[in-house]
């Protein structure tokens, strides 16, 4: 079997429990606080109309901008910072892609009302896209932790 | 008889096996956040990241928060393979040791 060299001859198993406490800890700095997902939900909400509507491209500016301020914030607050753009776990992926899928079936629904002179049917999209954004947000987080564990 | 899975010294000392456990999980963290993590003070987390940094492991970016510089620490991608062939390692010496144990009592 091989020998551990390591500084204090640590065993595979205690060195096992080391990486799985650090995980722990990295995870439980993911979680950011409600008004976090609830932000992110009101921000991609607010981003929405504008893809089928022009006229409200001033919201959508505000959306972007909210969107910056939070996960800055939420990074310097937490001290930790995923981007989403690494190989996710298979939770998070599911979460994603579901999310992803839902955003597009309400916006191409919002367009066809949009298109048949229905009145502030991308508002209402985007209302719509915020309530569900910010429960997705909560999934999100969730199985992100769940995956860093 | 199968070949002993490798270590990675560089990464199994504790506090540099915790600090790349830590930043696997994520894209990059802070320095502070790593060293109130790991209860250690800065100095023993700079020479642990020196090290990690020097394989070509750990990456350092600094950004300036409020007039305050602060240190991001991330894995590389040689790092983010290293540490997952060194965690491989260790799996299978704990499972060597689990069949020598079972063996042994049989």
Same mark, same amino acid.
């Given at each position: 079997m091989a020998k551990l060299e390591s500084e204090d001859q640590m065993s595979a198993g205690e060195s096992l429990k080391l990486v799985q406490l650090a995980r722990l800890a990295a995870a439980e700095r993911m979680r950011a606080p409600w008004w976090y997902h609830v932000g992110i939900g009101l921000a991609i909400g607010a981003i929405v109309p504008a893809v089928g509507d022009t006229d409200y491209l001033w919201l959508s500016v505000i959306g972007v901008a909210l969107v910056a301020v939070l996960v800055s914030t939420q990074r310097d607050r937490s001290g930790v910072w995923i981007s %989403?753009?690494?190989?996710? %776990?298979r939770r998070v992926t599911l979460v994603t892609i579901s999310a992803a899928t839902t955003f597009a079936i309400l916006i191409r629904v919002g367009w066809d009302l949009h298109e048949r002179g229905v009145p502030n049917a991308m508002l209402w999209i985007g209302a719509g896209t915020a309530l569900l954004a910010t429960g997705y947000g909560f999934l999100w987080e969730r199985a992100l932790i769940k995956d860093a564990r | 008889m199968s070949a002993a899975p490798e270590l990675d010294l560089v990464i199994h000392a504790p506090n540099r096996l915790q600090i790349c456990a830590m930043l696997s999980v994520v894209d990059t963290a802070e320095f502070a956040t790593v060293r109130d993590t790991l209860g250690v003070s800065d100095s023993v987390l700079s020479k642990h990241v020196r090290q990690l940094e020097e394989a070509g492991y750990v990456e350092l970016t600094k950004a300036v928060v409020e007039t305050r510089q602060r240190t991001w620490l991330g894995l590389t991608k040689s790092g983010r393979k290293a540490f997952a062939a060194h965690v491989a390692a260790l799996e299978g010496l704990v499972a060597q040791a689990r069949a020598a144990a079972k063996g042994s009592a049989e």
């Open positions: %989403g753009m690494r190989k996710a %776990g | -």
